[in-house]
Structure formats: structure tokens, C-alpha cells
């Protein structure tokens, strides 16, 4: 295939998943925020977003407002919800003929309704409404590539798009919220930090999951075990890699060639496979979370590498 | 033009019979229902995502043809004998090419004035002596044709270079069949679906001599804020081959490779439908970042096949337009079977006085120009726009064109008024091979929608409507 077609859908999923994520963390923030009154929140979903600069140069205070006008619906910001809608759209256009029909269906027809959106879609009262509608687009189009592509490279770059771009939110999402998860973490304590843990859960739709996993309350332990550990959860660092390695491996069986992304993610699958929840706290949390993030950016530089260029 | 030809009724009234159907069908369904089938018609377009891109307006980039839901009939007796015409109009203006870029046996002849073919803008030096596999330099042609009578058709334009539209009239049938589903069975219609399979093999038998085993074919499109973006991904996917940009090309040794995710892949045959000043930035435009550089050496050492051939517009430029009866006699021996045009060549002082003298009945237009823009139709204008024009004509005589007003046959039409005729033209597209000619029955049928309006040009409010050419009748009996 044309290293530009494999380009096109890797940035088309990259796009999708990054826009449900940017929904998932407003929807987690609003949520939060009706328990407590301050704006830290909405700070949390801007630098989870990694939102928080570009939102600095335009305003000078926090407020939801703001934050989800920012975050959903400003030309300025590539990573706003309907920014992310309009390139997964250009990409989509730029390769109408590597998509099927129900891709290009899932992502045409989300983007004419998001022209017609009315300015006061993503007014707060109408925000989960809308925030649904962009989950729902994101697990539309999800569905109709695992349900209708071919099990070819197209579709073998089209979910390292949606891992590579899974794997660094969720290593953010964490990171944001790192502190709380500390044991040494002296915050207001009792209902506020319990609401704080679940709230990640929240952010990555796994409030269930960590039940039916842990049959137990909500410890921090357990939360970071789940989103970096756990191979049953979809969205978890572990299985995000998982992924990309398997992929990534039927792609160098197709092509019958291997290159410097295939050791970098080997790696990072097998520390993952290894590692032990408490061993990781004791090397710092943050640091782990940061060199994920890394090392996710460092794989996708090397993918285009060998691919897409 | 209230003595048009109109394609569904007879002087009497009663419909013809390749119509009978569709008059009783609109007979039986009231306006509301029309209606309701025409905004279905446009979620789906929208839906498809089949726009074209007007540069004139503002950001709003993408728009939709209009699409008019009544069907165009053609009987089968009729398109026999347009097939006939187009097959032999086809051979005849591929045969020109190769003179021109050989011998110029028609300019010895004297039949065409040789300055006539050195001096056009449309004519190609590098071309010269250059044998394309077949033979064969116009590959897809799209010759659009207008109905004056029952028996009567004439050419208005050829387009040898890269025509568009055959993907509205796929998508145009495709349409009709989910909302009129009925209506399309009872009527016998010759599929066309085969189409984008017919341009595939038409493309694989262009092999070049260096092609060793099966050709492998693309599409290179300039992008897709190219107003026929849609038609490009449309004719790749239904072909299955790769949509390329210049940019996904290298030539290398005489040979052209795509860049894939495997390293470099080699190319044998592109169906570029980027002009000719872009193909290539070391042959033509040096400026051009939508070709790639060294594909005309490759071409021209048979390393790789290019449909249609650089050149070929100099087929269908307008000032070339009126020699194509001679051609086909010069070339075929035959008697053209479509019509021309009379036309006159205002770059010529007798011409000019003529057209002068009798603007009123007559169409002018610029003999490089397309899409229907600054033209003037004189029976429809009014004293002062022809005396405004008839300045501009003696200002710049050798740009003009002039043809008679023809009376373009109506169909009826589904508009703001309800059902009333508007007059149509024909785009039929004829792909020509190594092996043989292939037509698809039917074609793109544009629609003036202003009432009285000649103009079909989408670019000035024109539309599009499905062609239905039916089977015939023994062919009918046996079929679903």
C-alpha cells in the first residue's frame, strides 16, 4: 500500500481516539467538579489534554466555561473535539478508497452533524448530551473498522493510530493525577480522595471494570495496577502495548522486515508484562508515567520511519 | 426555443414509446411524492460525500450538483446508432493523433492549415514521434452530445484530454435504484455498472513494452482540493487500484515506482487526470509540485504508459473542432455519422463580419475556454449585451468561436414550478484500448434548469440526471 495511505488512516484513528478521550476527560472534569467547587478539575482535563499552554495564551483564569470551549470546539486548539473531528474527516477524504464504506459513513456523517452543532451544544447543561454524541461517534467508527476492513496492513495501521494514540491518554490521564495515588499523599483526605481516584476511573470509562476486577473499594493501588497493569483492560498501558506489538509484528511477518519500532515496543510490552505494581511505586510513578509518554512519541517517530514517510 | 425536441411527448401529445412507463409513472405521482424523493436523493449524495468544489464561493468549499430525479430515456434503436456514431468519431480523432504527432498526412492533404496544429496552445512538440502502446492517445473520451430531432444528433464538444463526470453517472443510477426501485424494473434498463471494470481492462491492455507480466495500473490525481477529487477516489476504489499523488511517485532508470510501506513499487500504467502542463516538472511547467519530475523521459522510453497521452487535447480544441467530418472521411473513408456543428472561425475577416451581422441567432464562445463561462447565447441576450459583446469580439476576433443557437431537445424536469422540459445534452464516455472500443450505454445527462436556458454547465446552475437506455426488446424478454 502507499506509505501515504498508511499515514492517512494511522492520523484518522489517532484523531477518533483522541477526541473520545478529550469527551471522556470533560465528561470526568463536569462530573468532579459537581462534588467540588473549585477549578483544579477542569485544570487536570486541560493538562491531561495537553491543552494547558495553548489554554494559557488565551485566558488568564480557569473556568468551565472556558476550559470546555477550549478543549471542544476552538479552531486554535488541534486537539479540541470538533478540531479532532475535521482532520479525522481530511484524512478520512484524503483515502476515501483505503476506508469502507461504513468508516467512511461513521466519520462523514458525525462531521456534517457537528457543522450543524448549535453554539450552545457544549453550553453545560447540554454538554453530557453532546459529550455522548462524541463518544458514540468515536465507537461508531471503532466498530465499523473492526467489523468491515479486511485483516490487511490498512487495517494493521489503522489500529497502531488508535493503540499508539490510547497508550499516551492514558499514561497522561495518570500522570495528571499521580499525586493522588501516592501513599504519602496528604490531601484533603476521606469521601474527596476516594471521588479523586474514581474520577480516573471515570476519565477511562472503567468504573465497572475496576469492580468487577477488584470486587472491593476503591483503593490507589489498585487503580494504577488496572490502567498500567492489567491485561483485561482495554484501556490499560499493558494492553495498549500488547496491541501495538502484535500488530507491529504482523506487519514485519507481512513485509518480511524489521526496524528499531519493533525493538522499541517489544520492550515496553515486556516491562509491562513483568513489572509489579509496587515496584513501579517505588521507582516513582510520575517518572514511569513520563518515560511512557516517551517512549509512545518515540515509537510513533519510529513507525512513520519505517512506513509512512 | 419553444420548437425544441421534446424527448418524452410527441407533437400530439402522447408520450413516445421509449417513455410510455415514465409518463404513466408521473401521471400516477403527485408533487409531494416527487418532492419527498428529491430530498432523499440529496441526504444520500451528501451521504456518499459526492460534491464538487466551486472556488468561487467562500469556505464553504464542498457543494452537490443538483440532481433532477426523472430519468432520461434512450431507446435502444437510438443508442445503436449513437454507439455507432461515437465508435467511429473515436477511431477518427485517435487517428488524427497520431498523424499530428507523425507525419501530418491531413496537413499534406490540405485538408487542415498546418498552423493550425504548431501554432495551438494545445499541441505537444514532445510528442513527436512518440509511439504509445495501441496507438492510442485519447483512452477516455467524453464526447457530449445534444439531440435537435427524432433522428438528428450533433457534437457540440469532444473532450479527449481527462473528461469528468462518469462517476455522477454511476452514482446517478445508483440513486435511482434505491429510490425508484419499481419504476427502474418495469423499464428494461442496460446496466452500467460495469463501467469502472471496462476502464480497468481498457487501462491493462496499455501495457509498456517494458512491462513484464501483469501491469500494474494507478490513478494520479492532483489531491483532493481538486473540484473532481471525489470522482478520482470514486474510480480507484471501484477499480481497486492506488490513488497516487506526484508526490508518491519516483522515476528512477526509465521506470516509474510508488512509494509503499514495502519500499518502492513499479508502475506500468497511470490514468492521471492532471493536465498536461503538470505531469512532469522537467518536460513541462518547472514550477509544477503535482507530477513527477522524469515521467515523460520514462514515457517516452516505454517504461511506462500514460492515458490519456499528453497532446491529445489538441483532438478536441475547439478552433480544431470543425475538421472532425473531414477526419473521419480522410482517415475512415466514411460519411461521419453524428453531426458537427457548423462553426465559424471569427480569427477569419469574412467569418467575423457574419457573426457580426447575425449575433442574435448565434452562440459565441471562446475556443479555449470550458465550463460555459463568458459565452454568449445572441437569441437569449438582450440589444445592449450583444452590442457590449460584438465590442469585445472585434477587440480579440481570433479567441471567438460562433455556432448557430441550436434547439437543444427537452426533458421533463422536476422543478420549483413542477414537472416542465428543460433542455439536456449528453456526455457519453468511450474508452478506447489496444484490443477494441468499449462504450457504456447511457452517459452523464446535464440539465439546464433555468427555464429556456441552453447552458447545462454545472458551473452555471446545470444539473444532472440519470440515463436510462433501454434494452432491447429481445434482449429484454430473456432478462429480469
Not at chain 2, 161 to 180: A, C, Q
Not at chain 2, 329 to 351: M, Q, R, W
Request: charged fraction near 25%.
Amino acid at each position: 500500500m502507499l506509505a501515504r495511505t498508511a499515514d492517512s488512516m494511522f492520523w484518522l484513528a489517532r484523531y477518533m481516539e483522541r477526541m473520545e478521550n478529550v469527551a471522556r476527560l470533560l465528561e470526568a472534569a463536569q462530573h468532579m467538579s459537581a462534588l467540588s467547587a473549585d477549578a483544579a478539575e477542569w485544570q487536570s482535563a486541560l493538562v491531561a489534554a495537553g491543552c494547558d499552554q495553548g489554554y494559557a495564551l488565551k485566558y488568564d483564569t480557569t473556568t468551565p466555561e472556558n476550559v470546555v470551549r477550549y478543549m471542544a470546539a476552538d479552531r486554535d486548539n488541534a486537539s479540541a473535539i470538533l478540531c479532532c473531528l475535521d482532520q479525522a474527516r481530511s484524512n478520512a477524504r484524503a483515502m476515501r478508497i483505503a476506508l469502507t464504506r461504513d468508516m467512511w459513513d461513521a466519520v462523514n456523517e458525525a462531521w456534517l452533524e457537528s457543522r450543524s452543532l448549535p453554539p450552545s451544544a457544549f453550553a453545560m447543561e447540554n454538554l453530557p448530551h453532546t459529550l455522548d454524541w462524541v463518544k458514540r461517534t468515536a465507537t461508531r467508527f471503532r466498530g465499523a473498522y473492526a467489523g468491515t476492513m479486511l485483516r490487511n496492513d490498512v487495517y494493521w495501521f489503522t489500529r497502531l493510530g488508535t493503540f499508539i494514540e490510547r497508550a499516551d491518554n492514558t499514561a497522561r490521564i495518570l500522570d495528571v493525577k499521580y499525586h493522588v495515588l501516592l501513599p504519602d499523599y496528604s490531601g484533603v483526605g476521606g469521601m474527596l480522595d476516594y471521588y479523586q481516584w474514581t474520577s480516573i476511573l471515570q476519565a477511562v470509562s472503567a468504573v465497572r471494570a475496576y469492580k468487577v476486577v477488584y470486587h472491593g473499594r476503591v483503593t490507589p493501588w489498585n487503580v494504577a495496577d488496572l490502567l498500567i497493569l492489567r491485561p483485561e483492560m482495554p484501556r490499560s498501558l499493558r494492553s495498549c502495548f500488547d496491541e501495538i506489538t502484535e500488530n507491529l509484528d504482523r506487519l514485519a511477518e507481512a513485509y518480511g522486515r524489521r526496524g528499531e519500532c519493533h525493538r522499541l515496543a517489544g520492550a515496553a510490552a515486556s516491562r509491562l508484562r513483568y513489572a509489579r505494581i509496587d515496584s513501579i511505586f517505588q521507582q516513582g510513578l510520575h517518572e514511569f508515567l513520563t518515560d511512557s509518554v516517551e517512549r509512545t512519541a518515540e515509537i510513533g517517530n519510529e513507525i512513520a520511519k519505517l512506513y509512512l514517510l | 426555443m419553444t420548437n425544441a425536441f421534446d424527448e418524452m411527448r410527441g407533437k400530439d401529445g402522447s408520450p413516445r414509446r421509449a417513455y410510455e412507463a415514465v409518463a404513466a409513472w408521473l401521471n400516477a405521482t403527485p408533487p409531494e411524492v416527487l418532492a419527498a424523493k428529491r430530498e432523499e436523493a440529496e441526504r444520500l449524495f451528501r451521504r456518499i460525500g459526492i460534491t464538487f468544489a466551486v472556488y468561487t464561493e467562500g469556505a464553504d468549499t464542498e457543494r452537490l450538483i443538483p440532481f433532477d430525479i426523472i430519468p432520461r430515456v434512450i431507446d435502444a434503436d437510438e443508442w445503436a446508432f449513437l454507439e455507432r456514431g461515437l465508435t467511429q468519431r473515436v477511431r477518427a480523432l485517435n487517428l488524427f493523433l497520431k498523424d499530428v504527432y507523425g507525419t501530418r498526412e491531413i496537413v499534406r492533404a490540405g485538408l487542415i492549415p498546418e498552423r493550425s496544429i504548431l501554432l495551438n496552445p494545445a499541441f505537444r512538440a514532445e510528442m513527436q514521434d512518440l509511439a504509445p502502446p495501441g496507438g492510442v492517445y485519447t483512452h477516455i473520451a467524453g464526447i457530449d452530445v445534444v439531440r435537435v430531432s427524432a433522428d438528428e444528433f450533433y457534437v457540440l464538444e469532444d473532450n479527449c484530454r481527462t473528461p469528468s463526470g462518469v462517476s455522477y453517472m454511476l452514482e446517478d443510477r445508483e440513486v435511482m435504484m434505491r429510490l425508484f426501485p419499481d419504476l427502474f424494473s418495469r423499464c428494461a434498463v442496460a446496466p452500467i455498472s460495469r463501467y469502472p471494470e471496462d476502464l480497468l481492462e481498457t487501462l491493462r491492455s496499455l501495457a509498456p513494452p517494458a512491462c513484464e507480466g501483469e501491469p500494474t495500473v494507478v490513478l494520479l490525481t492532483p489531491g483532493q482540493f481538486n473540484s473532481a477529487y471525489y470522482e478520482h477516489t470514486f474510480l480507484a476504489d471501484e477499480m481497486g487500484v492506488e490513488l497516487v499523488e506526484g508526490a508518491d511517485l519516483v522515476v528512477d532508470d526509465g521506470r516509474v515506482f510508488m512509494r509503499t510501506t514495502q519500499g518502492l513499487k513499479r508502475v506500468d500504467v497511470i490514468y492521471r487526470r492532471i493536465d498536461d502542463e503538470f505531469l512532469d516538472p522537467l518536460a513541462f511547467r518547472p514550477d509544477s509540485v503535482l507530477g513527477a519530475p522524469g515521467l515523460m523521459a520514462a514515457y517516452r522510453e516505454g517504461g511506462v504508459t500514460l492515458a490519456n497521452a499528453p497532446g491529445a487535447g489538441i483532438a478536441d480544441d475547439k478552433a480544431i473542432y470543425r475538421y472532425v467530418p473531414d477526419m473521419i472521411s480522410f482517415y475512415l473513408g466514411e460519411e461521419p455519422i453524428l453531426k458537427n456543428v457548423p462553426t465559424h472561425d471569427c480569427a477569419d475577416p469574412d467569418s467575423l463580419a457574419y457573426v457580426l451581422d447575425n449575433l442574435h441567432e448565434l452562440v459565441v464562445k471562446e475556443a479555449r475556454g470550458s465550463g460555459g463561462y463568458g459565452m454568449l447565447v445572441g437569441p437569449h441576450a438582450t440589444k445592449a449585451q450583444r452590442a457590449a459583446f460584438a465590442e469585445k469580439l472585434k477587440a480579440a476576433s481570433s479567441v471567438y468561436i460562433a455556432q448557430p443557437t441550436l434547439a437543444l431537445s427537452t426533458c421533463p424536469t422536476f422543478v420549483e414550478s413542477g414537472v416542465a422540459p428543460r433542455h439536456v445534452d449528453l456526455r457519453p464516455f468511450v474508452l478506447v484500448g489496444a484490443d477494441r472500443v468499449r462504450i457504456t450505454p447511457g452517459g452523464l445527462t446535464r440539465v439546464a434548469l433555468k427555464d429556456g436556458s441552453l447552458v447545462v454547465n454545472s458551473s452555471q446552475g446545470g444539473g444532472t440526471k440519470d440515463t436510462w437506455v433501454l434494452r432491447a426488446t429481445n434482449a429484454a424478454a430473456g432478462g429480469k
